[in-house]
């Protein structure tokens, strides 16, 4: 089966660090791109970052763009969302989603379960 | 960036009815347009890509049309199980945007 598992949520600091893992099985991330997507309380979706299936190039909101990093490691088949200088807004259930089988633009066709993610003091 | 306007935000509908929702694009983005379904809780399901192509395992009563800047989502006769909000994603250029959802409610 197909699947993705997120992990490595929870609370932090303004200013501090976490790092997002999403376990993939049942295929090889490493041949589409991923993206995470993020929720905040009560709020709509919001595109946060992805990779391509090479892993060559990478894409980022501009709300995140030069805090977060997106990575992945295919000898784990792995996918990594390291998040620094963190802020009360990047507060939000993060989902790790899979590029579409026939192409990465045609949507995200496979979505974990989330990892919630709390910036408080 | 670019924009994605989803309308209504809000929908009330009854069992049986066809329900239409709109998404508008700032600039064009030929059919590089998804439809998913967020219900609480759940993880989005993608409904529809490429502007109006089925995901495999959705029922048929959804139809997606358009390109270009102007798209929409039916559903031909609601469902208790459809009653959940729904979100339009281009996927033209990065950053990838949502729209910013229609919620659908039981009349």
Known sequence: EVQVLESGGGLAQPGGSLRLSCAASGFSFSSYAMSWVRQAPGKGLEWVSGISGSGGRTYYADSVKGRFTISGDNSKNTLFLQMNSLR????????????HQYSSSYGMDVWGQGTTVTVSS | DIQLTQSPSFLSAS??????ITCRASQGI???????QEKPGR??????YAAS?????????????????EFTL????????????????????????????TKVEIE
Request: include cysteine; proline fraction near 5%; charged fraction near 10%.
């Open chain 1, 88 to 99: 009360a807004e990047d507060t939000a259930v993060y989902y790790c989603s899979k590029g």
């Open chain 2, 15 to 20: 069992v049986g009815d066809r329900v239409t």
């Open chain 2, 43 to 48: 993880a989005p399901k993608l409904l529809i």
């Open chain 2, 74 to 101: 039916t559903i031909s006769s609601l469902q208790p199980e459809d009653f959940a909000t729904y979100y339009c994603q281009q996927l033209n250029s990065y950053p990838l945007t949502f729209g910013g959802g």
């Open chain 2, 53 to 69: 192509t089925l995901q495999s395992g959705v029922p048929s009563r959804f139809s997606g049309s358009g390109s270009g800047t």
């Open chain 2, 30 to 36: 030929f059919s590089y347009l998804a439809w998913y």
